[in-house]
C-alpha cells in the first residue's frame, strides 16, 4: 500500500463531511474551500507515526522548494522530525533546513542539540549534514558551537564530513572575522590532508580566510600539484588559480631576459629625435643582460607546468581556461603555444562559454599573436554567432592581422559589411580602420573601400565610415583633399551627431586644402545651428573659429553670428566655449595678452590618432577572472602579483619527516649512515621523473633542460640524474658488502654451533617451532612495486616510507650477520637493490609456507639462540594442500551436506602465502563425501564477482569416494574488501551457488618491523588514518600472552618486539609507564600498512589505536580486535 493511499485510509476517505476538496496534488496548493488552512495535509503527514508518511511529505515539501515556492510556514512542522530515526527523512530535513535555517532562527536554535548529537552520527552524511545546518544559523551566540563543531569535522574520519567542514569556514568567518587565527589553524591541519575530496574545498576556504597567509601553502605545494588530475574538476579551479598566484611571488619570470631584449627593440621600432639617448639605453640593457644570470626554471615551477598541462584536455571549460591563464602568466614563451589548439576547442561550446574565451584569447593575442595564427580559419564569423560573439571575433581577427594575411582578412571584412546586423557592421568598419593604420601597405585600399561606403543606402554604415575616415585622413591629408570635398558635400544628407561633426572638424583642421568650400559649409551650418546636437555645435563654433583666423574677409560675419547664436544657448558647455573662442580670437583692450597665440593655440598640428585595441591593457588583470571579463576590478579580486627579483628560497618547499626515536636509542653508526643517506624531498612525482626531487647533483642537468623550455630535453636530464642515482647506489652497496665480509668471516663458528643445534632438535620441537614461527616477510622490492602498480595515486606515500624502512634496516645489519640455510640454495637476484640483506629481511630466499603465527616473545635479545627461535629455516617445503590448519585458525561452511546432497564443503583462511600470485589470500577447502556413492568433477566457477576481484581456482577432483575427505587450496584476491567472493561449485550432475566472505582480519599478511620503524610509520598515519577506542578488558584478559593470542587470532598481523631495535650488548632499561603491545601487517592486495597498538592500564580504561592508510579498514577492524580483547 501506497504512502497516499494510507493517509487517505487514516483520514477515513474524502467523503466526510465537511473535509474540504483536493486538488489533483495538495502540495501545490490545489485546495478548492476558502477557509482550509495551506498546507495543513503536509503537516498531519509529518506529525504522522509512520515514516513512509513523513518520507513523502518530506519529499514533496523538498520539491516545492526546487520549484521556488515558500514552505517557510511548515518549519515547525519539520524541525520536529530533525530527530526521527529514519535515515532518508533526517537527509530531506536537514536539507530543508539548509534552506530555511537563516531565516526561521529562532526556531533553529531550539533543536541545536539536536544538530549537535548529529555530529555524532554513524552516518557520514547525517554529521556532515548537521554541520552544514549549523552553519547556515548565522546567529553570533552559537559561534562558539560552530567552532567547535568546525574542529571536530576536520579531524573525522570521512572525507566528505572535512569537506563540509572546509565549506564551514568561510560561512564562519563571514559571521566573525574575529575567529580567523582558530580558523588558520583548522585550515592549517585541512590543507596536510591527502584526501583529493578535501583539497579543492580547503583551498577555497584559504582564499576566503586569510589568502596573504601563504606560508600555509610552501609544505603543502608539491602535494597540490599531484593531486590536481585527481580532484574534482571545480576544486582544481580553485587551486589553479590560487597557485598562480603562489608561483608569481615564489619563482623568478623565465621570460626575463626576452622582455629586456623586446623593450629595446621596442624603442628602436618606434624611434625617436634623441637617438643618442636611445643608444645609451640600449648599451645599458646589454650590460644588464650581460651581468644577468642565465635562466633556470625552479624544478617546482617546471612541476606546476607538467601537472597542469594534461588538464588541458578536461571536458570542463572553467578548467581549461584556467589552465590557459596558468600558462599564459607562468609559463616560458616557448611553451606557451600549447594552449591555443586547447582554447580553439572551447570554440564549439555554447555562446556563452564562446564569450568568455574570446574576451581572453582577444587579450592573449595582443601580445602572443603567433600561437594562435595557424587557428585564423577558427576565428571566421558564421551567420548564426551572437552580435558579441561576433564583435569580439573580429577584436581577434584584426590582432591577428599582418602582411601575409591581411588580403584574406579584408576579404572576409568586405563579406561582413553587406550583413543585415548594424551594429556588427560598424564594428567591422572600425576594424578595416585598426588594420590601417597598423599595415601602412593596405591604408590606401582601406581608404578608398572606405570612400565607397560613404554612398551606402544605410546612414549607420556611412556615419560609422566618415567616423573611420577622419581618423586615416590625419595621417596623410595633404594627399586626400578630394576624399575631404567628397565628405563636405555629404553634410546634406548625414543626420548621424558624429559623423556630422567629424565632417565638421575634418574641413576646420585642413581648411587650408579646401578654401573654396570650407566658407560654404560654415554657411549652411550656421543657418542650421538652433537645431544641431550639442556636439555639433561645439564644432561648429571650432569650424568658425579656424577660418576666421585664415580667411576673416570673408567669415568674419560668419563666425560672429554663430557666436551670438552660441551666447545664449540652453547648454552652458556652448556658451563657455563661445565667451572663450571670443575673447580669444577678437582682440580688445582688456585682454589682447593671449590673442598673439590664437593661431597657434586653435590650429596646432594635432597628432594622429592610434586606433588601439580596447583589450590593450587587461593583462594586468588575471586571465579568466570577472575583473577581467568586466574590465574593472570586482569584489573579492586579488591582484596578480609581480615577479620577484630575486628567487626566494626554494628550501621552504621541502617536506621533512621526522623520526619520533627516543635519545637512547640512537647510536653513532646511525649518525654515520644519515650523514651517508641522500635527503630526499617528501613528495616525489610518482611518474619518476626528477621534476620537483631532483637532487644537488643535476642541477645543473636541469638547468640546462628548463632553459630550453622543451620537455625531451628535461626528460634526458632526469635519466641522467637516475643513472648518476644508480651509480652513487652501487658504491655504497659495495662499501657494504665488504663489511658484511668482515663480519661474516669472524662470526662464523658461532653461526654454525647454533646450526647444528637446530639440525639436532627433536622432531617434537620443530612441531612447537611451526606453530610459533613467523613467515618470511613480502620482499620490501617487490612490495613497492606492488604498490605502485595496484594504487599510484599512493606513490607518494610509499616513496616515503621505502625512505624508512631502509634507514632502519641499515641500523639492524651493522650488528647482525645472516645465517645460512642449511640445504636451501640461495637465488641470486639480475638487479641489487639499495638495500642490504638482514637477518629478518629473506629477499633472497624463497618464501616457504610455514603457519603464520606471531612468536610471543622477542626478536633481538642477548642470546642469539633466543634471537633465532622465531625464524622458520627448515628445508623442507609444505605443499599447501597438505597442511593441516592450525586449531587457532576458525573454519567457516561452505554448503551444507543436506543441501550438497551428502557433499559437505568447509573452507578456512590458512594464513599463508598463496604461492602463485601473493596478492591473493590463501582459502583452504576441505571437502567430505558423506553419500553413499562417490563424488566426481568437483571444480570451481566464476559467477558474479565484484569489480576488481579475482580467484585462482583449486585443480579439478576427479573422484571423491563415500566416506573419503579431500583439502585444497585455491587463492582469492579481494581487494582489501570484505565483500563476499560469489562462486559456482560444480559436481559432475549438479551446480551449487556459495560465497566466501573474509574477515577482515584475514585481509592481511604480517609485516616484521622494529619499534622504531613502527613509531616511524605510525607518526605518518595520524589524523584522519588513526582511530583511537577505549575498553576495559577482562580479568583473564590483562596478562600479555592473553593479549596477543586475541589479537593474532583476530587479525594476521605479526607482534613488533619492544626495543629490538637496540645495538648496543647491554640492553638498556625499558621506558617507564604500562607496557604497550604493538602488531604490524600490510594488506595482501595493496600492500598498505596496518599498525594495532594496545595500551594497557593498571587502572582505568586500556587503549586500542589502529593506524591504517585504508580508513574502512581500520574501522572494520577496530570492531574486531574489541570484540575479541574484551569476550
Not at 753 to 765: K, T
Not at 1029 to 1054: F, G
Request: charged share 30%; hydrophobic share 35%.
Amino acid at each position: 500500500m501506497s504512502a497516499s493511499s494510507a493517509f487517505s485510509d487514516e483520514k477515513g476517505g474524502s467523503s466526510s463531511v465537511g473535509e474540504p476538496e483536493y486538488g489533483h496534488d495538495p502540495a501545490s496548493g490545489g485546495i478548492f474551500s476558502s477557509d482550509y488552512k495551506r498546507h495543513d495535509d503536509l503537516k498531519e503527514m509529518l506529525d504522522s507515526n509512520k515514516d513512509s508518511l513523513k518520507l513523502e511529505a518530506m519529499k514533496r515539501i523538498v520539491a516545492m522548494i526546487a520549484r521556488g515556492k515558500n514552505t517557510s510556514d511548515l518549519f515547525p512542522a519539520v524541525v520536529k522530525n530533525v530527530a526521527c530515526k529514519n535515515i532518508e527523512v533526517k537527509k530531506l530535513v536537514y536539507v530543508y533546513l539548509v534552506r530555511y535555517a537563516e531565516e526561521q532562527q529562532d526556531l533553529a536554535l531550539l533543536s541545536i542539540s539536536t544538530f549537535q548529537r548529529g555530529l555524532k552520527d554513524p552516518n557520514q552524511l547525517i554529521r556532515a549534514s548537521a554541520l552544514r545546518v549549523l552553519s547556515s544559523i548565522r546567529v553570533t551566540i552559537i559561534v562558539p558551537i560552530m567552532m567547535l563543531a568546525i574542529k571536530e569535522a576536520a579531524s573525522d574520519m570521512s572525507p566528505y564530513v572535512r569537506k563540509t567542514a572546509a565549506h564551514a569556514i568561510p560561512k564562519l568567518y563571514s559571521l566573525d572575522p574575529e575567529q580567523k587565527d582558530q580558523l588558520i589553524e583548522v585550515i592549517e591541519k585541512l590543507l596536510a590532508d591527502k584526501t583529493t575530496l578535501v583539497a579543492g574545498s580547503v583551498v577555497m576556504a584559504f582564499e576566503e580566510v586569510c589568502p596573504e597567509r601563504i606560508d600555509l601553502i610552501h609544505k603543502n605545494y608539491r602535494k597540490l600539484c599531484n593531486l590536481l588530475v585527481d580532484v574534482e574538476e571545480w576544486g582544481q579551479v580553485v587551486i589553479i588559480n590560487m597557485l598562480t598566484r603562489y608561483a608569481r611571488t615564489q619563482f623568478l619570470n623565465p621570460n626575463l631576459n626576452e622582455c629586456l631584449l623586446e623593450e629595446g627593440g621596442e624603442s628602436t621600432f618606434y624611434g625617436s629625435d634623441a637617438d643618442q639617448d636611445e643608444d645609451e639605453d640600449e648599451d645599458k640593457k646589454e650590460e644588464a643582460l650581460s651581468k644577468r644570470k642565465p635562466y633556470v626554471m625552479d624544478p617546482d615551477h617546471r612541476l606546476l607546468l607538467r601537472n597542469t598541462k594534461p588538464l588541458l584536455q578536461s571536458r570542463n571549460a572553467a578548467v581549461v581556461m584556467a589552465v590557459a591563464q596558468l600558462y599564459f602568466h607562468l609559463a616560458p614563451k616557448a611553451e606557451v603555444g600549447v594552449i591555443a589548439k586547447a582554447l580553439v576547442r572551447l570554440l564549439r561550446s555554447h555562446s556563452e562559454v564562446q564569450y568568455v574565451v574570446l574576451q581572453n584569447v582577444a587579450t592573449m593575442t595582443i601580445k602572443r599573436r603567433g600561437m594562435f595564427e595557424p587557428y585564423l580559419k577558427s576565428f571566421y564569423i558564421r551567420s548564426t554567432d551572437p552580435t558579441q560573439i561576433k564583435v569580439l571575433k573580429l577584436e581577434v581577427l584584426t590582432n591577428l592581422a599582418s602582411e601575409t594575411n591581411i588580403s584574406t582578412i579584408l576579404r572576409e571584412f568586405q563579406t561582413y559589411i553587406k550583413s543585415m546586423d548594424k551594429d556588427f557592421v560598424a564594428a567591422t568598419i572600425q576594424a578595416i580602420g585598426r588594420c590601417a593604420t597598423h599595415i601602412g601597405e593596405v591604408r590606401d585600399t582601406c581608404l578608398n573601400g572606405l570612400v565607397q561606403l560613404l554612398s551606402n543606402r544605410d546612414e549607420l554604415v556611412v556615419a560609422e565610415s566618415v567616423v573611420v575616415i577622419k581618423k586615416l585622413l590625419q595621417m596623410q591629408p595633404e594627399k586626400h583633399s578630394d576624399i575631404i570635398k567628397h565628405m563636405a558635400k555629404l553634410t546634406d544628407n548625414i543626420q548621424v551627431p558624429m559623423a556630422r561633426a567629424s565632417i565638421l572638424w575634418l574641413i576646420g583642421e585642413y581648411c587650408e586644402h579646401v578654401p573654396k568650400i570650407a566658407p560654404d559649409v560654415l554657411r549652411k551650418m550656421a543657418k542650421t545651428f538652433t537645431n544641431e546636437e550639442d556636439i555639433v555645435k561645439l564644432q561648429i563654433i571650432n569650424l568658425a573659429a579656424k577660418l576666421y583666423l585664415t580667411n576673416s574677409k570673408q567669415t568674419k560675419l560668419l563666425t560672429q553670428y554663430v557666436l551670438n547664436l552660441a551666447k545664449y544657448d540652453q547648454n552652458y558647455d556652448i556658451r563657455d566655449r563661445a565667451r572663450f573662442i571670443r575673447q580669444l580670437i577678437v582682440p580688445t583692450d582688456k585682454c589682447g595678452a593671449l590673442s598673439k597665440y590664437a593661431k597657434k593655440l586653435i590650429l596646432a598640428l594635432k597628432p594622429a590618432p592610434i586606433l588601439e585595441s580596447p583589450f590593450k591593457d587587461r593583462d594586468h588583470f588575471q586571465l579568466g577572472s570577472l575583473s577581467h571579463l568586466l574590465n574593472t576590478k570586482a569584489g573579492g579580486y586579488q591582484e596578480l602579483p609581480d615577479w620577484p627579483q630575486d628567487a626566494p628560497d626554494p628550501s621552504v618547499r621541502n617536506v621533512e619527516v621526522k623520526e619520533s626515536v627516543p635519545e637512547w636509542t640512537k647510536c653513532s653508526s646511525r649518525e654515520k649512515r644519515k650523514e651517508k643517506k641522500v635527503e630526499k624531498p617528501f613528495y616525489s612525482d610518482s611518474e619518476g621523473e626528477s621534476g620537483p626531487t631532483e637532487s644537488a647533483d643535476s642541477e645543473s642537468d636541469s638547468a640546462s633542460s628548463s632553459a630550453s623550455g622543451s620537455e625531451q630535453s628535461g626528460s634526458g636530464s632526469e635519466e641522467s640524474e637516475e643513472s648518476e642515482e644508480r651509480s652513487d647506489s652501487d658504491e655504497e652497496e659495495e662499501e657494504e658488502e665488504e663489511e658484511a665480509k668482515k663480519r661474516k668471516t669472524q662470526k662464523k663458528e658461532p653461526i654454525e654451533a647454533v646450526q647444528q643445534s637446530e639440525s639436532e632438535q627433536s622432531s617434537e620441537e620443530e612441531v612447537k617451532k611451526r606453530k610459533v614461527s613467523k613467515p618470511p616477510p613480502r620482499n620490501v622490492s617487490e612490495s613497492e612495486s606492488d604498490d605502485d602498480e595496484d594504487s599510484p595515486s599512493d606513490s607518494s606515500q610509499d616513496s616515503e616510507s621505502e625512505d624508512s624502512e631502509s634507514e632502519a634496516e641499515v641500523k639492524k645489519k651493522k650488528k647482525i650477520t645472516p645465517p645460512k640455510a642449511p640445504t636451501k640454495p640461495v637465488k641470486k637476484e639480475g638487479k641489487k637493490e639499495k638495500k642490504e640483506m638482514s637477518l629478518l629481511d629473506f629477499d633472497d630466499f624463497e618464501p616457504t609456507p610455514s603457519p603464520q603465527v606471531t612468536p610471543v616473545g622477542n626478536f633481538l635479545s642477548s642470546s642469539l639462540v633466543t634471537d633465532l627461535e622465531g625464524l622458520s629455516l627448515t628445508d623442507t617445503v609444505l605443499s599447501p594442500a597438505t597442511i593441516s590448519p592450525s586449531g587457532s585458525l576458525k573454519s567457516y561452511e561452505l554448503l551444507h551436506r543436506i543441501t550438497g546432497e551428502g557433499l559437505l564443503v568447509e573452507y578456512c583462511f590458512s594464513r599463508q602465502p598463496f604461492l602463485p600470485d601473493p596478492h591473493m589470500v590463501a582459502v583452504q577447502i576441505q571437502f567430505t563425501n558423506s553419500a553413499a556413492t562417490e563424488a566426481k568433477s568437483l571444480r570451481l566457477e566464476e559467477a558474479k564477482l565484484q569489480s576488481g576481484m579475482r580467484v585462482k581456482e583449486f585443480p579439478e577432483i576427479e573422484v571423491l569416494p563415500a566416506g573419503e575427505s579431500a583439502t585444497v587450496v585455491m587463492g582469492i584476491d579481494f581487494c582489501d574488501s570484505t565483500q563476499a567472493a560469489n562462486l559456482q561449485l560444480c559436481t559432475h550432475s549438479r551446480k551449487f551457488f556459495v560465497s566466501i566472505q573474509p574477515p577482515v582480519g584475514e585481509l592481511m599478511t604480517p609485516s616484521f618491523m622494529t619499534e622504531n620503524e613502527f613509531k616511524k610509520e605510525q607518526g605518518q598515519l595520524m589524523g584522519m588514518n588513526e582511530i583511537t577506542e577505549k575498553m576495559q578488558l577482562p580479568e583473564r584478559c590483562q596478562n600479555e600472552h592473553a593479549i596477543v593470542q586475541r589479537v593474532t587470532a583476530a587479525a594476521n598481523l605479526s607482534r613488533v618486539p619492544c626495543g629490538s631495535d637496540k645495538e648496543c650488548s647491554s640492553p638498556a632499561p625499558p621506558p617507564p609507564g604500562p607496557p604497550v603491545h604493538r602488531f604490524a601487517g600490510r594488506t595482501v592486495t595493496s600492500g598498505s600498512l596496518v599498525l594495532v597498538t594496545v595500551a594497557t592500564k593498571e587502572s582505568g580504561p586500556s587503549q586500542l589505536t589502529i593506524n591504517c592508510e585504508k580508513m574502512v579498514i581500520g574501522t572494520m577492524l577496530v570492531k574486531d580486535i574489541l570484540l575479541a580483547l574484551t569476550q
